[in-house]
């Protein structure tokens, strides 16, 4: 069964970084188009950034230029580099792993910034 599992959410202060984790297992990870998305209280899940199988990657306007998503498909890990990070960015941060014929979802870690 697929299993996606993040980590390195946090507390941060406004400015500072994070670098969040998803480890997949279950799926054949490099065939996937993985994402990061986040919902924060009383909004919609909205995407934050994804990357395909070849390595294309889009970003949502708000995060363009500071936050860079990466995977290692050796480690079967999508990575999501956050800078400059801004109380708006405040959230729960879900991975996803998609193909046309399935879509999982992790669990979440949540992101706080504030000072």
Known sequence: QV?????????????????????ASGI???IYTMGWYRQAPGK???????ITSGGSTNYADSVKGRFTISRDNAKN????????LKPEDT???????RTTARNA???GTQVTVSS
């Open 91 to 97: 959230a729960l941060y879900y991975c996803n792993a």
């Open 77 to 84: 890990t999508v990575y999501l580099q956050m800078n400059s």
């Open 3 to 23: 299993q996606l599992v993040e980590s390195g959410g946090g507390l941060v202060q406004p400015g500072g970084s994070l670098r969040l984790s998803c480890a």
């Open 28 to 30: 054949i990870f490099s």
């Open 105 to 107: 979802w992790g669990q």
């Open 44 to 50: 919609q899940r909205e995407l934050v950034a994804a």
